[in-house]
């Protein structure tokens, strides 16, 4: 495959990521304490605890997995956490675009085809299996995107309810 088909998969990799993060945060945008924290139901996450999630999941996911580079998380913490305003959830939003745009634009194009096995307590439910690089993106950006949805829906949701 030719270098530069490559670097423009890398560059809708970025474009996509960067753009699934910018709709969370103005989904965020505007939330009272009160909708931030408001859930559907016992078993179904906040506001706060999606964005929490995104930002972690996309962290491993397309840092960690996709770029390889050394990424943590607390993933129970991740559904657990909340918030009296956005505003901290904004800037970690922010600083995850600034990161994955310096990473994807560093990443080499052999990069994308390797194979990693990860770790279990990265990998989040069920049995870690080995995946390439490019997968991993792909999940990352399919991953966020599912819980963009899942935002939208809480936002309005607790709108009306509030």
Not at 57 to 64: E, K, R
Not at 72 to 90: H, P, V, Y
Not at 92 to 105: E, F, P, S, V, W
Not at 131 to 151: D, F, T
Request: proline share 4%.
């Amino acid at each position: 495959m030719p270098e530069d088909v490559v670097l423009d998969e890398i560059e809708a990799y970025a474009r996509e990521l960067s753009w699934v993060l910018h709709q969370i945060r103005v989904s965020l945008d505007g939330l009272t304490a009160v909708q931030l924290n408001w859930r559907p139901s016992t078993a179904a996450n906040s506001a706060y605890a999606i964005a929490s999630h995104v930002i972690g999941s996309t962290t491993v996911y397309a840092l960690g997995f996709g770029c390889g580079q050394d990424v943590t998380r607390d993933r129970a913490a991740e559904f657990t956490a909340s918030g009296t305003d956005a505003s901290g959830l904004i800037v970690a939003i922010r600083q995850l675009q600034r990161k994955l745009g310096d990473a994807l634009g560093s990443l080499r194009v052999p990069a994308l085809d390797e194979r990693i096995l990860p770790p279990p307590y990265l990998w989040g439910t069920g049995e870690p299996r080995e995946i390439s690089r490019r997968e991993a993106l792909v999940e990352s950006i399919r991953h966020g995107a599912l819980h963009l949805g899942e935002l939208r829906l809480t936002r309005d949701l607790a709108a009306k309810a509030a």
